[in-house]
T-cell receptor
């Protein structure tokens, strides 16, 4: 069964550094998402992406965050200047149709630790 | 926005026991999914169930959209069922997750 793949599985970075988290969504999916989960808390929506543009974003997704689909297969999340509070598990997800019409498939996550 | 409440927050079971996890929501939904987060943090999609009943092995789920709840049934629990179970739902919003039910199955 096709799956969403994320790299790296773990990332440790120093405060103030830029990080790029990478995702390869399922190939025939058109909608892409990033979610994050701070340790011990619930999973929170960051951003959705469709047709090469952001379709929705949460208040967490401020100017420090950006997303990109640089080619036909990758979907990236960039954090420009990391803060301690950015430490979390970041999940990429994709769906064939929009969130209201088809299930979301999640990757295994990237655990980001900011020191 | 939509409010999602899961119960119980924590559950400890003896291996072989059955359990029912509940997800209540405050508004009509278009999409409801159940996920299992295993001890390694992976989110595994169990069911896509905006309405009706589905079964997959020892797991089954029922959503009664008109009464705004969904139930996840685990029968003959195994230690590998341990982890956190989340429901996530949309209603003209991005997928919103509940706080989860932490299940521990003891041998």
């Amino acid at each position: 069964e096709p799956e969403v793949t994320q790299t790296p599985s773990h990332q440790v970075t120093q405060m103030g550094q830029e990080v790029i988290l990478r995702c390869v969504p399922i190939s025939n999916h058109l909608y892409f998402y990033w979610y994050r989960q701070i340790l011990g808390q619930k999973v929170e929506f960051l951003v959705s992406f469709y047709n090469n543009e952001i379709s929705e974003k949460s208040e967490i997704f401020d100017d420090q965050f950006s997303v990109e689909r640089p080619d036909g297969s990758n979907f990236t999340l960039k954090i420009r200047s990391t803060k301690l509070e950015d430490s979390a598990m970041y999940f990429c997800a994709s769906s064939r149709k929009g969130q209201d019409a088809s299930p979301l498939h999640f990757g295994n996550g990237t655990r980001l630790t900011v020191t | 926005g939509i409010q999602v409440e899961q119960s119980p927050p924590d559950l400890i079971l003896q291996e072989g026991a059955n359990s029912t996890l509940r997800c209540n929501f405050s508004d009509s939904v278009n999409n409801l999914q159940w996920f299992h987060q295993n001890p390694w943090g992976q989110l595994i999609n169990l069911f896509y169930i905006p309405s009706g009943t589905k079964q997959n092995g020892r797991l089954s789920a029922t959503t009664v959209a008109t009464e705004r709840y969904s139930l996840l049934y685990i029968s003959s629990s195994q230690t590998t069922d341990s982890g956190v179970y989340f429901c996530g739902l949309t209603g003209n919003t991005p997928l919103v997750f509940g706080k989860g039910t932490r299940l521990s199955v003891i041998a």
